[in-house]
């Protein structure tokens, strides 16, 4: 028995549209949520133009998709994922199916790899594929089941309905982060901090796996079903909370020797949208974690990915820094109820910038007035001590082409720590 | 410091880890001090936050000590409602009121555990986080506080005066982890506090203590000998040994043992009769545990094991109970048996027990001999007084057979006797309905004994130290 996913209206629209825009083959990225009771797709988006690409496009590039992939696997809050691929193509169905399993798989290797959350048993592993033909406009959809590395194609439905996420409920909540990590003592690479930091960020993640989540104040059984959707057309949100305890420390030595210490201090605003197919309180709890640790993760990596400061080795004196993590922006996809997408805006970047990447990676045209920026409120940061006044301004001059390609930041900002640490190497006298 | 009420019978128990973790520029010993204790001050700060959450285990029942906030009942219910709630194995209690109310045999106390935990979520807007970076040569403290509050509350107690009372519970523990943490520092080493609950006599009662973690007993001497004058203690034996903490009700024991099978027992009541019993706790140990068939021939051996129960549970020694091996080893160090009398079934007496007593455990003991199991009758006024004095259990061995005694039940005027016998030869499992129904722990008369053999006990003597 195949899966079944039901499709928003919405979506059979921009497909056609495709269909009739653009020659050679077009690829995108398949949104929605992939529960045990149902599965819903309800946006899609193009993979972006790879201007820099040797042959202009016409052949499907498995790094470019997965990239595309991964980017906009931060910008879906909770409940929302990347589910599948589709193309669009004339192609030959049996070559198109080898093409779309392999991306498939690229794209669901690369999102993982970055996730901290450990899956579920009940976790669906299904990832869908669809294909389109332009001339004819039949769509062939098939699923593979990721987990299986030999996994044949298995046929599954194709249904479009309106309104499908109209009645979604959304649970959300602000929750307050507080890490503390020890540096090695001897310190000498930025690279030393980004691993501490990782590490610390997988316990707090398991920490909050843990987490007693209260739902509307109470701690309700599992399998209970939530009132969600039982309304059409009527938005419905749902509070949470969270309570954690401590990992319990088991080093014989309490006092230990460090080189400094990383914290990430502050609160972040948490989203995550159900179904509203009787959810259960056990699926809303899952989503919600899982988009409180990816939020954190996403933006601790995006800063990471910065190109950073460069500081001369300052023997004995203390050295501190504060960088402000970037705050999460949501923008409300049209015509599709209460749903969201979200992106992180650094302190010195504008809405406009926002509003353009929502433009290249979701294909999403959003005004600067549709912005939600009010959950989250940049803090204020304390100058840091190192000395480097004159840098800044030749920075920001640096790093602002760069981020209005986004993608082309992540590839580019990889050589460019390379090119540090190179260099890091050369003056360093350690 | 909480006074027992004897009527009361519910223990709320609150136990939560809280982090301490503090970055330590400078590891001399005022500024290590002071940054240390201003961790401390965050942390109590932290427990009289609006995020604290006290979480009745096994339930629903959620509470906000603090903004006073109960989810689940109502704050000015009395703690009986809280049973309600809980859901326990037992299937028979699950959703009534709890049986553990009635009474067995002594005062059944009860225990409710409350779990400690923070509210990370929070009313919105969010400030979003930002993320420090220290290079600097230092030091990181990073350790887990194990939070263990106990105090005592009647059944009619309100919901919100328990909690109170466990919050000022709490906050007062920090300050005592934050006393300790300090007196114990040495350089760098630090030891993490640790609280432990002893039951004292009246009128001290539920008493909570905080030591220092992995610090062991003999060090701590003149902590205890402290305590032992604050509470108005005898400084003739331990209260405050780690083996002396009070074992809670709900909590099983690991090993498996039954521990003081003689308490759920009626008491015979003689004309102008006392009874007088074995003080403290013991293990029952009896024929076929521990994978041992000595089945006809170990009846000594568990009886001793159970008198070395008693002595190690009431912190007068740190080791185990000794294996069967273990004993006849003993009597082959000190010279009274053969080297192949390890591994063999030979039966042992009154007379090896003392030996095995002293040599393992440093306790000495006194013989008593009747030379006819009729005597034993006029041995109520002795028997008493080891009972009143040292309160140890006793090994009878005679005949072909070894008994434990813990306890007599005496008159003075009439001679009446009973004795409170403890059966090695049980071979079954540990069932205290059986043990105690079919007799293998019970009352006997003076006719239990052979009334023509002769017999040797043994008294153990409890040592004088804290």
Redesign the interface.
């Known amino acids: 028995m195949g899966r079944s996913y039901i499709v928003e209206d919405d979506v059979e629209g921009y497909l056609s549209r495709l269909c009739s825009q653009l020659a050679g083959p077009v690829t995108g990225l398949l949104i929605g949520q992939s529960t045990v009771q149902r599965d819903f797709v309800v946006m899609t988006t193009r993979t972006p133009q790879n201007d820099e690409s040797a042959d202009g496009g016409k052949s499907v590039d498995k790094e470019w998709v997965s990239e595309h992939a991964r980017q906009v696997s931060r910008m879906l809050p909770g409940g929302l994922s990347v589910l599948g691929v589709f193309i669009i193509s004339e192609s030959d169905a049996k070559d198109t199916l080898t093409t779309l399993r392999q991306l498939v798989f690229s794209v669901e290797n690369l999102i993982s790899s970055e996730r901290l959350w450990t899956p579920a048993d009940d976790d669906v592993t299904d990832c869908v594929t669809l294909h389109v033909n332009p001339k004819t406009r039949k769509t062939v959809c098939r699923t593979f089941d990721v987990k299986d590395p030999k996994s044949v194609a298995k046929p599954a439905d194709w249904k479009y309905q309106s309104g499908v996420c109209s009645s979604w409920a959304t649970v959300s909540c602000c929750l307050s982060v507080d890490l503390m990590v020890p540096l090695p003592e001897n310190m000498a690479f930025t690279r030393n901090m980004d691993d501490c930091l990782k590490e610390e960020l997988k316990v707090w993640a398991q920490q909050i796996e843990r987490g007693v989540c209260l739902i509307d104040g109470k701690k309700l059984p599992e399998d209970s079903e939530l009132k969600a959707g039982q309304k059409k057309n009527v938005r419905q949100t749902i509070s949470a909370q969270l309570l954690i305890t401590p990992d319990v420390q088991t080093a014989a030595d309490v006092v230990q020797r460090c080189g400094g210490c990383v914290s990430v201090r502050g609160a972040i605003h948490s989203r995550a949208f159900l179904h509203s197919n009787k959810p259960k309180a056990k699926l809303a709890e899952k989503l919600l974690k899982r988009d409180i640790v990816s939020t954190v993760a996403t933006r601790v990596q995006m800063l990471l990915e910065e190109p950073q400061k460069q500081n001369e080795e300052n023997k004995g004196r203390k050295q501190m820094e504060q960088s402000c993590l970037p705050r999460r922006v949501f923008c409300p996809v049209k015509s599709t109820g209460p749903l969201s997408v979200c992106d992180y805006q650094f302190s010195d970047e504008g809405l406009s910038e926002m509003t353009d990447r929502f433009k290249e990676m979701l294909d999403m045209d959003a005004a600067e007035e549709d912005l939600d920026a009010t959950c989250e409120i940049i803090a204020e940061v304390i100058e840091s001590e190192a000395t480097e006044e004159e840098e800044p301004a030749e920075e920001n001059e640096m790093l602002d082409p760069w981020r209005n390609n986004y993608i082309g930041v992540a590839m580019a900002t990889a050589v460019a720590l390379l090119a540090l640490a190179a260099s890091i190497m050369y003056l360093s006298d350690v | 410091m909480v006074l027992a009420d004897s009527e009361s019978a519910v223990i709320l128990r609150l136990r939560?880890?809280?982090?301490l973790?503090c970055?330590?520029?400078c590891?001399d010993e005022v500024p290590m001090q002071k940054a240390i204790s201003r961790t401390f001050e965050a942390l109590r700060l932290q427990v009289k936050s609006e995020?604290c959450?006290l979480?009745v285990c096994n339930s629903?029942v959620?509470i906000w000590p603090n903004k006073s906030v109960f989810?689940?009942i109502t704050p000015d219910a009395p703690f009986e409602d809280i049973f309600q709630f809980i859901q326990t194995d037992d299937q028979e209690t699950s959703g009534k009121r709890s049986t553990k109310k009635k009474n067995r045999k002594g005062v059944s106390t009860s225990v409710i555990n409350l779990?400690?935990?923070?509210?990370?979520?929070?009313?919105?807007?969010?400030?979003?986080?930002?993320?420090?970076?220290?290079?600097?040569?230092?030091?990181?403290?990073?350790?887990?506080l194990?939070m263990d509050c106990a105090v005592w509350s009647s059944w009619s107690d309100t919901i919100k005066d328990g909690c109170e009372r466990l919050m000022k519970a709490l906050t007062r523990q920090l300050f005592e982890m934050e006393k300790v943490t300090l007196q114990c520092m040495k350089g760098?080493?630090?030891?993490?506090p640790e609280p432990l609950h002893f039951l004292l006599p009246e009128p001290n009662g539920l008493v909570t203590v905080v030591f220092p973690r992995g610090e062991p007993d003999k060090e701590l001497e003149a902590q205890r000998r402290e305590l032992h004058g604050q509470f108005e203690l005898p400084d003739n034996r331990p209260f405050f040994r780690r083996a002396n903490a009070y074992h809670f009700p709900n909590e099983p024991y690991k090993d498996g043992y039954l521990r003081n099978p003689h308490t759920v027992l009626t008491h015979p009541t003689l004309d102008n009769g006392k009874v007088y019993l074995v003080q403290g706790i013991y293990s029952y140990h009896h024929y076929m545990q521990d994978r041992m068939d000595d089945n006809g021939w170990g009846c000594a051996y568990r009886s001793l094991q159970t008198i070395c129960s008693w002595f190690q549970q009431q912190g007068y020694v740190e080791r185990g109970v000794p294996s069967h091996k273990e004993i006849q080893q003993a009597l082959v160090e000190v010279g009274d048996k053969q080297a192949s009398f390890v591994g063999s079934r030979q039966w042992i007496g009154s007379i090896e027990v003392q030996a095995v007593l002293n040599h393992l455990l440093g306790v000495t003991s006194k013989i008593m001999f009747v030379s006819q199991g009729s005597e034993l009758a006029s041995k109520g006024r002795e028997l008493a007084n080891h009972f009143m004095t040292e309160g140890t259990p006793v090994m009878i061995g005679g005949g072909v057979l070894a008994h434990t005694i813990l306890g007599v039940a005496w008159s003075e005027t009439t001679g009446e006797i009973r004795y409170l016998i403890l059966d090695p030869h049980y071979t079954g499992a540990e069932d205290l309905q059986v043990i105690t129904e079919k007799g293998w722990c019970g009352w006997k008369g003076p006719d239990f004994w052979d009334q023509t053999a002769y017999y040797n006990l043994c008294l153990p003597q409890r040592p004088r130290v804290i």
């Open positions: 939560g880890p809280l982090d973790k970055q330590l520029d590891i995020s959450v979480a629903p959620l989810e689940e779990s400690l935990m923070m509210e990370a979520t929070k009313p919105g807007p969010a400030s979003a986080p930002i993320l420090t970076r220290t290079v600097q040569k230092s030091h990181l403290l990073c350790a887990t194990p760098t080493t630090l030891r993490v």
